[in-house]
């Protein structure tokens, strides 16, 4: 009897275990459902990149001779959920299993679990071996540590694919070249100019798709900058090697008014709906370096994102849930603040990066790790409603890998699983790493008061609200020393400010 092969949204991998061994008789099941579109409500330009790219994948499959029944968001009969269009499929045919390669997301994987008994099917769930390491292998590597910190999971990563690698000695005598990787964007520094990414048929279909059933979401619906095609990644790819990562590493840290992409790859899009492999992106990176086509500190920061920060993501989701997503190590309660979708504030740094999210479904990790997210820490806003922003804004976003990020990373919410303290700063941090400050209505110098950056007062006031939780970590100690050396008319204007700011942002 033959198999029903289900195909997820972001598995567009033709080596997916889902599809091995498939035999004529088989059926493929792809299908955009409102269930899946909506749990969230997706940046227009994610919905339509996913299944602009769901289509020309299905497309591809029919034309290698595979037989596919593709289900568009908009047919008449569409069930609405991923479970209803199985149901419709086994009404009309007996498959003896259904085969599934392990979803990315908790809500999803509790869904199927239920599947088996709802449909008296044997359901078979396959490994996704799209990932370096396996889940099992990182319980092992987790449990064996106090702390589970990427550096040394990405090492091991290092010595398991053999990228970068001499023998048992990293290439260059040391494992991270981070500390290279922080300058400033030259003043009239020319950037290299990105390829146009061109419409197809398919992309102008969905485009009308998006704008009649997805208009209240967040975002436009112009597809700018994303391909959707597996050649069309590849060709992504390729730029980036030869024209970005020379100079990737030197400004991976960097922002700037107007400069959306900088030297940034853009490619996580790609590799987490499946369209590249960490493999031979790494590879091709790697082959860069060992050619002289780029250097060894850009090559190394590039690779440390996807074999050490991606793969750890999704190794501490899968071992920390559901309970993770719950901690809230701060208690913090806030709204978020409207600017987060409007972009209207006089802070020139959140305007900028929630004007590059809603323009292109993409900020780059700087952006959303020290503006945006830092902002949501300072400013105690509530962990469930920046994560649900984080998940619905960006083009790259799967709980797996936005969860960790933000509440980990960015807001500080697991009490330090991830990190080994916070990632506040102030806004002089801001000011080295960006030419944000110029153009802001408030004075990055300013300490507190109507005209001081709210980075700065925000700031100590949350080191001083939280001197409980933090005064025992032994990465704070300076920071409280400086703390202590203010005076009491300096704390009591911090906290005035603070207060101020707070209460006009409700």
């Not at 303290?421 to 004075?443: E, H, L």
């Not at 703390?483 to 700011?501: M, T, V, W």
Request: charged share 30%; hydrophobic share 35%.
């Amino acid at each position: 009897m033959p198999s029903l092969r289900l195909i997820l949204g972001d598995q567009l991998t033709r080596s997916i275990t889902s599809l091995e061994d498939y035999q004529d008789g088989d059926l493929i099941l792809m299908a955009e459902v409102k269930s899946e579109a909506t749990y969230v409500k997706h940046h227009k330009q994610k919905i339509l990149f996913l299944f602009s790219a769901m289509r020309h994948f299905a497309q591809a499959l029919e034309e290698d001779g595979l037989n596919v029944t593709y289900i568009q968001y908009d047919d008449p009969e569409n069930a609405g959920s991923l479970g209803g269009e199985i149901d419709k499929v086994l009404q009309k045919k007996a498959f003896d299993r259904l085969i599934v390669t392990e979803c990315g997301e908790w809500r999803l994987s509790e869904e199927i679990k239920t599947w088996e008994r709802r449909f008296d099917l044997d359901i078979e769930i396959r490994e996704d071996k799209r990932f370096i390491c396996t889940l099992p292998e990182f319980n092992k590597w987790a449990v064996e540590r106090k702390a589970l910190r990427m550096e040394y999971f990405y090492r091991e990563m290092r010595q398991k694919t053999g990228l970068l690698m001499n023998g048992d000695e990293p290439a260059g005598k040391q494992w991270n070249f981070d500390a290279d990787n922080r300058k400033k964007l030259p003043k009239d520094y020319s950037l290299p100019v990105r390829p146009e990414i061109k419409q197809t048929d398919i992309i102008r279909s969905v485009i009308k798709l998006v704008e009649e059933h997805f208009s209240d979401h967040f975002g436009n619906a112009e597809m700018c900058h994303y391909a959707v095609t597996r050649d069309g990644a590849l060709r992504e790819l390729d730029w980036f090697v030869e024209e970005a990562l020379p100079n990737f590493g030197d400004y991976q840290d960097a922002m700037a008014t107007g400069e959306d992409f900088l030297h940034h790859s853009k490619l996580s899009a790609y590799l987490n709906a499946g369209l590249l492999t960490a493999m031979e992106v790494c590879r091709a990176a790697e082959e860069a370096w060992e050619e002289g086509r780029a250097p060894l500190n850009a090559v190394e920061g590039f690779i440390r994102q996807i074999i050490g920060w991606r793969e750890y993501v999704r190794g501490l989701y899968w071992r920390e849930m559901p309970d993770y997503a719950k901690l809230n190590f701060f208690g913090a309660k806030k709204a978020l603040p409207d600017f987060y979708w409007t972009g209207d504030t006089k802070m020139h740094c959140i305007s900028e990066a929630v004007r590059n999210t809603r323009d292109h479904a993409y900020a780059h990790h700087i952006q959303r790790l020290m503006i945006t997210g830092n902002f949501a820490l300072l400013a105690g806003i509530s962990p469930d409603a920046i994560n649900e922003w984080y998940l619905i804004v960006y083009a790259d976003a799967y709980e797996w890998v936005e969860l960790p990020n933000t509440h980990g990373m960015a807001i500080y919410a697991d009490g330090g699983v991830m990190a080994s303290k916070p990632y506040a700063a102030s806004g002089s941090y801001i000011n080295r790493m960006s030419n944000y400050c110029k153009s802001c209505s408030y004075k990055v110098t300013g300490k507190t008061g109507d005209d001081a950056c709210p980075f700065n007062y925000l700031y100590w006031n949350f080191i001083e609200e939280n001197r409980d939780k933090l005064e025992g970590n032994g990465r704070m100690g300076l920071v409280f020393k400086n703390l202590d050396r203010k005076s009491e008319d300096e704390r009591k204007d911090i906290k005035q400010s603070a207060r101020k700011f707070l209460q006009s942002i409700a």
